[in-house]
């Protein structure tokens, strides 16, 4: 505890003037100061995933529990006026409760939840008891963190008034004046502690994939997905996202329900165009489900890596058919040929003959 000495509420240099015991006489102490509270406005079951703007409400719920009245100095006052003067201190003593200059810094102790630092630390200047007021915090819960309970830090530090005195006239001697009160301040350090959760759900992870595509055709593709997690996801449907050059009709493939642990395998036709570069292709990939409140939820992205292979060089049938034709054309040439040498060899000898006559 710091004690801070101040006079009154003005803002001049006088507040910071220390006046000794005889300028001042003490009539109540009062018991009582600020109580902060801290809780999640909304709904504290966060999800895992998200970066939200977390809500914190801080209530000051202290309470006077009561007043000391105080063996003053009845002399420095005149008589008639100091039962007046002392009920005027302890209303001013009523302001122990309200605390001034609030600092509240998020922190989390916790790996998988992350508290953004341009979002800290939040600060109220003041807060009386009965009041709240709103802090605002950015945090950021891992993907991968386990469902369950946690709990966030918030340093507190802030202000109270600790003890009112009323002024004597002997404080003119040190220059005060036009000041009733001097108020002494402690400033408090707390760490509250703010309850949150991280619901359950699946979470889903590619396992296998099996086949591959080629150039100018379509081939069937089987992915396998499972739900690493706790609850089951039902009527899960499989999406994939593919661009040029590639392509499919029907991009969405039921599943059915998922549990935990539980695989599932759907099976996509997926076509590349005949000049598609051949390399490895990442498509997207989530799944569609019903929570366990009956909402439709997606998973995260997922990346399904393909194989594209070259296409086989083959001949067309219609190149095929070319072929045939030249070589029955070739073959009937030379048969024709073939057939006209050997009727030349085999003719009569008289034909021969006559032909030499008439020649």
Same mark, same amino acid.
């Given at each position: 505890?710091?004690?801070?000495?101040?006079?009154?509420?003005?803002?001049?240099?006088?507040?910071?003037?220390?006046?000794?015991?005889?300028?001042?006489? =003490?009539?109540?102490?009062?018991?009582?100061? &600020?109580?902060?509270?801290?809780?999640?406005?909304?709904?504290?079951?966060?999800?895992?995933?998200?970066?939200? =703007?977390?809500?914190?409400? +801080?209530?000051?719920?202290?309470?006077?529990?009561?007043?000391?009245?105080?063996? @003053?100095?009845?002399?420095?006052?005149?008589?008639?006026?100091?039962?007046?003067?002392?009920?005027?201190?302890?209303?001013?003593?009523?302001?122990?409760?309200?605390? %001034?200059?609030?600092?509240? /810094? !998020?922190?989390?102790?916790?790996?998988?939840?992350?508290?953004?630092?341009?979002?800290?630390?939040? *600060?109220?200047?003041?807060?009386?008891?009965?009041?709240?007021?709103?802090? *605002?915090? /950015?945090?950021? +819960?891992? *993907?991968?963190? &386990? @469902?369950?309970?946690?709990? !966030?830090?918030? &340093?507190?530090?802030?202000?109270?008034?600790?003890?009112?005195?009323?002024?004597?006239?002997?404080?003119?001697?040190?220059?005060?004046?036009?000041?009733?009160?001097?108020?002494?301040?402690?400033?408090?350090?707390?760490?509250?502690?703010?309850?949150?959760?991280? %619901?359950?759900?699946?979470?889903?992870?590619?396992?296998?994939?099996?086949?591959?595509?080629?150039?100018?055709? *379509?081939?069937?593709?089987?992915? /396998?997905?499972?739900? /690493?997690?706790?609850?089951?996801?039902?009527?899960?449907?499989?999406?994939?996202?593919?661009?040029?050059? !590639?392509?499919?009709?029907?991009?969405?493939?039921?599943?059915?329900?998922?549990?935990?642990?539980?695989?599932?395998?759907?099976?996509?036709?997926?076509?590349? =165009?005949? $000049?598609?570069?051949?390399?490895?292709?990442?498509?997207?990939?989530?799944?569609?489900?019903?929570?366990?409140?009956? $909402?439709?939820?997606?998973?995260?992205?997922?990346?399904?890596?393909?194989?594209?292979? @070259?296409?086989?060089?083959?001949?067309?049938?219609?190149?095929?058919?070319?072929?045939?034709?030249?070589?029955?054309? !070739?073959?009937?040439? +030379?048969?024709?040929?073939? %057939?006209?040498?050997?009727?030349?060899?085999?003719?009569?000898?008289?034909?021969?003959?006559?032909?030499? $006559?008439?020649?």
């Amino acid at each position: 505890m710091t004690a801070l000495p101040a006079l009154g509420n003005d803002d001049d240099e006088t507040n910071f003037i220390i006046l000794d015991q005889g300028s001042t006489v =003490d009539y109540y102490k009062s018991y009582g100061e &600020p109580v902060i509270e801290a809780s999640v406005t909304g709904d504290p079951e966060l999800t895992r995933g998200e970066t939200i =703007d977390l809500k914190v409400k +801080i209530a000051n719920t202290g309470v006077i529990d009561g007043f000391k009245r105080l063996n @003053a100095n009845q002399r420095l006052i005149n008589d008639s006026t100091e039962e007046t003067v002392a009920l005027a201190e302890m209303e001013e003593e009523e302001e122990a409760t309200t605390a %001034k200059d609030i600092e509240a /810094t !998020l922190q989390s102790e916790n790996k998988y939840i992350e508290v953004e630092s341009t979002s800290n630390p939040q *600060s109220v200047e003041e807060l009386e008891t009965g009041h709240t007021s709103t802090l *605002s915090y /950015t945090i950021k +819960i891992n *993907s991968d963190t &386990p @469902a369950g309970d946690y709990e !966030l830090l918030l &340093p507190v530090t802030y202000q109270y008034q600790a003890n009112v005195k009323t002024v004597t006239a002997d404080a003119i001697n040190l220059g005060v004046t036009g000041v009733e009160f001097a108020r002494v301040y402690e400033t408090k350090n707390e760490t509250l502690r703010i309850p949150i959760s991280v %619901k359950s759900g699946p979470k889903f992870e590619v396992i296998n994939v099996s086949g591959s595509l080629v150039q100018g055709e *379509s081939k069937l593709i089987n992915v /396998t997905y499972k739900n /690493t997690r706790e609850e089951v996801a039902e009527d899960a449907l499989a999406r994939i996202i593919v661009m040029s050059p !590639l392509s499919t009709e029907k991009s969405i493939v039921r599943l059915g329900d998922i549990g935990p642990g539980e695989e599932k395998t759907a099976s996509f036709e997926i076509s590349a =165009d005949k $000049e598609a570069l051949v390399k490895n292709y990442g498509i997207n990939s989530e799944i569609k489900y019903v929570d366990e409140d009956g $909402e439709t939820s997606f998973s995260e992205s997922m990346k399904v890596n393909i194989p594209l292979e @070259a296409t086989e060089t083959k001949f067309s049938t219609t190149g095929i058919a070319i072929i045939l034709i030249i070589v029955i054309a !070739l073959y009937q040439i +030379i048969n024709v040929h073939r %057939k006209r040498n050997r009727n030349e060899e085999n003719a009569p000898t008289d034909e021969k003959a006559s032909g030499d $006559e008439n020649e």
